[in-house]
């Protein structure tokens, strides 16, 4: 795990999903640049293989909706989360307040290992 929310305790994470082995959570962040609400996602692959995801989040505020796609690989009990790992996002920079948070196309899939 990397950056802005490696030293969260596990209680601070609010959960999304589960799929596939691959545990989905998330912190809000009121001020996350100082004055725009942000959203840092960790994923958690409790697996004893690799995968690759893919996943669409979905941020509603009054009027408006933004989607993102994140993409990329976890290795066999590896956790990510935070902006390195292309996991946080402030996605309304005019100021609007983030209404809701959600998932959408998410895929998990296995990386075969060949030797």
Same mark, same amino acid.
């Given at each position: 795990? /990397?950056?802005?929310?490696?030293?969260w /305790?596990?209680?601070?994470?609010?959960?999304l !999903?589960e799929?596939?082995g691959v545990r989905?959570? %998330? &912190? %809000?962040?009121?001020?996350?640049?100082?004055?725009n609400?942000? +959203? +840092?996602?960790k994923?958690?692959n409790?697996?004893?293989?690799? +995968?690759?995801?893919? %996943?669409? &989040?979905i941020?509603?505020?009054?009027?408006? =909706?933004? &989607? =993102?796609?994140?993409?990329?690989e976890l290795?066999?009990?590896?956790?990510?989360?935070?902006?390195?790992?292309?996991?946080f996002? *402030?996605? %309304?920079?005019?100021?609007? /307040? &983030?209404? =809701?948070v959600?998932?959408?196309?998410?895929e *998990? !899939?296995? *990386? /075969?290992?060949?030797?």
């Amino acid at each position: 795990m /990397s950056t802005l929310a490696q030293h969260w /305790s596990d209680t601070a994470w609010t959960p999304l !999903l589960e799929h596939e082995g691959v545990r989905f959570s %998330f &912190i %809000f962040y009121s001020e996350a640049d100082n004055v725009n609400n942000g +959203v +840092v996602v960790k994923l958690v692959n409790t697996n004893d293989y690799a +995968v690759r995801y893919r %996943f669409k &989040i979905i941020f509603r505020a009054e009027g408006a =909706e933004k &989607i =993102e796609l994140a993409e990329g690989e976890l290795a066999a009990k590896q956790g990510k989360t935070g902006d390195l790992d292309g996991l946080f996002w *402030i996605p %309304f920079p005019d100021g609007r /307040s &983030i209404g =809701e948070v959600g998932l959408r196309g998410y895929e *998990i !899939l296995p *990386i /075969s290992v060949t030797g």
